[in-house]
C-alpha cells in the first residue's frame, strides 16, 4: 500500500479568486478534503465527484465534531490508507488556525505532510475595506492577534501591553470579547479616540464595514447586530478607510 499524505492548505479569506493556483491544482487531486466553515463554496464546487468531502466546521458554541482533536483522527486514518488528503482551513492554515497542532499531530504519527499557505484574513479583509494595515505616515507596525483564546492556556494576550507597543492591532475571532478588550486596551494607555473599524464577511458580497473609535465601537456593535466571521482594526490607519475604498458589492 502506499503511504498517505496530508496537506494542510489555506482557502483564503472568502473570495475564490484568492485561492492560489497551488492549492487549486492540490484541491482537484486529492482523494479527501476536509474542510473548515468559512469555506467559499464555489471553491469545492466543480472538484471531481470522485473525492470525498468531510465537513468539520464549527462556530461559536456549535461544533460538527465532538471536538478539535478529532479532526487529526480523521487525517491520520484516511492518510495510513493510502489516500492523498487536503485539509482545507479558511485563511492561513498556520495563523490562528490550529494548523500547528494538526502537523504536530500528524508527525507524531509518522505521516508525511506539507503546508500550502494561504492569504490571511488579518491583511486582505483590511484591505478590502480600503485600510492597509501598515503606511508611512500612520503605522510602521502590526501585529494580529486572537480575541478567543483557549482558557486552557498559561499565558494570555497582555492586551494592556500591546495596547501601545505597536501601530495597529488587527484582531481577529474577537468579536465576543470585543468590550473587555477594548477597556484593556484603554486601560494600557490607548486612546479611546483612537480609530476602530470592524470588518464583516471581509472580501465576499456580504461585506459590510462599521468604523467608529475605542470608545464607540461597542455600542456600533451591537447596534447593528454585527456577527462573526469579522476582523477588527485598531489604529490610525483605519482613517483612510473611506479615501481608499474600492471593492465595490
Not at 464583516?200 to 459590510?208: D, L, S, V
Not at 475605542?214 to 456600533?220: D, K, S, V
Request: charged residues 25%; hydrophobic residues 40%; contains cysteine.
Amino acid at each position: 500500500m502506499k503511504k498517505g499524505k496530508v496537506y494542510l492548505v489555506g482557502a483564503g479569506p472568502g473570495d475564490e479568486g484568492l485561492l492560489t493556483t497551488r492549492a487549486r491544482d492540490i484541491l482537484k487531486q486529492a482523494d479527501v478534503i476536509v474542510y473548515d466553515r468559512l469555506i467559499a463554496r464555489q471553491i469545492l464546487h466543480g472538484l471531481p465527484k470522485r473525492i470525498v468531502k468531510i465537513y468539520v466546521g464549527k462556530r461559536s458554541g456549535t461544533h460538527s465534531l465532538p471536538g478539535q482533536d478529532a479532526i487529526p483522527e480523521i487525517l491520520i486514518a484516511n492518510a495510513s490508507k493510502g489516500k492523498m488528503v487536503v485539509r482545507l482551513k479558511g485563511g492561513d492554515p498556520f495563523l490562528l488556525g490550529r494548523g500547528g497542532e494538526e502537523a504536530q499531530k500528524l508527525r507524531e504519527a509518522g505521516l508525511e505532510f506539507e503546508v500550502v499557505p494561504g492569504i490571511t484574513s488579518a491583511l486582505a479583509v483590511p484591505a478590502y475595506a480600503g485600510i492597509p494595515v501598515t503606511h508611512r505616515k500612520y503605522a510602521s507596525s502590526v501585529a494580529i492577534v486572537t480575541g478567543h483564546e483557549d482558557p486552557k492556556k498559561s499565558r494570555r494576550v497582555e492586551w494592556r501591553k500591546l495596547a501601545t507597543a505597536v501601530d495597529t492591532i488587527v484582531i481577529l475571532m474577537g468579536i465576543d470579547n470585543l468590550q473587555p478588550i477594548l477597556t484593556s486596551l484603554v486601560d494600557g494607555g490607548r486612546s479611546p479616540e483612537c480609530p476602530v473599524a470592524i470588518i464583516e464577511k471581509g472580501t465576499t458580497r456580504r461585506q459590510r464595514v462599521t468604523v467608529g473609535n475605542i470608545r464607540t465601537i461597542a455600542t456600533q456593535a451591537i447596534e447593528r447586530r454585527i456577527t462573526p466571521p469579522a476582523v477588527i482594526v485598531v489604529g490610525d490607519v483605519v482613517k483612510l478607510h473611506e479615501e481608499l475604498s474600492w471593492f465595490k458589492l
